[in-house]
């Protein structure tokens, strides 16, 4: 592959009111962007300024989704460094989701060398308000100009930034959250494991459903027998049980978050009892029912900690821990942002500056 070329662009853009700015609208001033072609592999990086593709409209990935993503964030200290959060776990699960989908590798290494020059480049928009933070979006898609579908033998890859404001502005806000009993988000050997576009696309009707109903996301039960619990809109989930944290086990259908297995790293170090296990809808409402499920909450880099305040299950709502955030839910969020803003010690080396 050649050498990385960053052409730097001169129409620097007016910055947004960070505190407020909407997120995913805004973009930084400039991307990565590389091209792949089965006899050349990887060819091409690039940073430069932020622009539209040019597709041909019998690109592969318009007609057979083709897709994958990553995110990850980048957290500005109170000493005005910057922090990335555990990026080489996001390039390594972006390669497990190409290879899923048939799109080629990355070099892992590279592409963690190509977002920390990135990051440089725009680093005056990661901000400094609290609570904010700059959203990188690596993504990766097929461009093979034919509709047959045939092998992947052209694809893109590309990384774009996005400021964020402060996710949940009242601190943690617990969340109304309804068990979807129609609609699936994944099945086992399906690509629920893998961070793919369809695995979204196919949830959207769900979502607007609840939110129709006045819940904020929904809790996906397994494709197959519609028992066990799998995830919360796009987290992972996880329950405090008569004094124990369970979360689902990675069955294939359930994507493996890197704030889950952060979650899990941080219990065991501070012996907390968890267990990653099957959990169906009944042992939940049985939970419920008995006053034994003290915590519930999403766990995922968007919010990191989100706690379920209320539970739709079955046709009954129920409240969780008087609708307020629990002990350990307010432990792991303040230890991973503590991590991510540099102000407790790093200790498990999560954090790579830029
Ligand atoms: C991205 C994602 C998560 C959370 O993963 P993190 O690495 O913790 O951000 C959980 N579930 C789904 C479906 C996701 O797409």
């Known amino acids: 592959m050649n050498e990385l070329k960053v052409t730097l662009t001169k129409n620097k853009k007016a910055k947004p009111d960070m505190k407020n700015v909407q997120f995913g609208k805004v973009f930084t001033d400039h991307m990565f962007v590389m091209e792949y072609d089965a006899e050349k ?10 622009h539209n593709f040019s597709i041909c409209p019998g690109s592969a990935v318009l007609h057979y989704g083709s897709e994958i993503f990553e995110g ?18 996001n390039f390594k699960r972006m390669n497990k989701s190409a290879t899923r989908m048939t799109l080629p590798n990355i070099d892992e290494d590279f592409a963690l060398e190509t977002l920390k020059k990135l990051v440089d480049i725009d680093r005056d928009w990661v901000p400094k308000e609290e609570g904010t933070s700059l959203y990188i979006r690596p993504f990766m898609f097929a461009n093979d100009e034919s509709i047959s579908v045939a092998p992947i033998s052209k694809a893109e890859f590309a990384i774009i930034m996005s400021p964020v404001a402060n996710y949940s502005k009242n601190g943690l806000s617990p969340q109304k959250i309804l068990i979807e ?17 369809g695995n979204y696309g196919g949830a959207h009707r769900a979502e607007l459903k609840a939110e129709e109903k006045g819940y904020n996301q929904v809790l996906w039960l397994d494709g197959v027998e519609r028992k066990y619990i799998e995830e ?32 899990l790293h ?38 990191v900690i989100s706690p379920i305040g209320h539970l739709f299950l079955d046709g009954v709502d129920y409240e969780i821990n008087n ?3 629990g002990d350990v839910s307010q432990m792991l969020y303040d230890t991973i942002v503590g991590i991510q803003r540099g102000n407790i010690e790093d200790k498990y080396k999560w954090i790579l500056k830029v």
Not at 42 to 50: G, L, Q, T
Not at 72 to 89: D, Q, V
Not at 242 to 259: D, F, M, Q
């Open 266 to 303: 941080i219990l065991k170090d501070k012996n907390i009892h968890c267990e990653e296990t099957k959990i169906s809808k009944d042992d939940l409402i049985k939970a419920v029912k008995n006053n034994t499920l003290e915590e519930a909450f999403g766990c995922g880099t968007a919010a």
């Open 41 to 50: 592999g990887w060819y091409d990086p690039r940073i430069e300024e932020f």
């Open 181 to 197: 009993d129609s609609d699936v988000r994944a099945v086992r050997g399906g690509t629920g494991e893998v961070k793919c576009g």
């Open 72 to 89: 990850m964030k980048a957290y500005r200290t109170s000493n005005g460094e910057i922090n990335l959060f555990r990026p080489s776990e």
């Open 323 to 325: 609708n307020k955030i």
């Open 232 to 263: 919360v809109g796009c987290m992972n989930v996880m329950f405090k049980i008569a004094g124990k944290v369970v979360t689902p086990e990675l069955t294939g259908s359930i994507l493996p978050g890197i704030t889950r297995k952060s979650v």
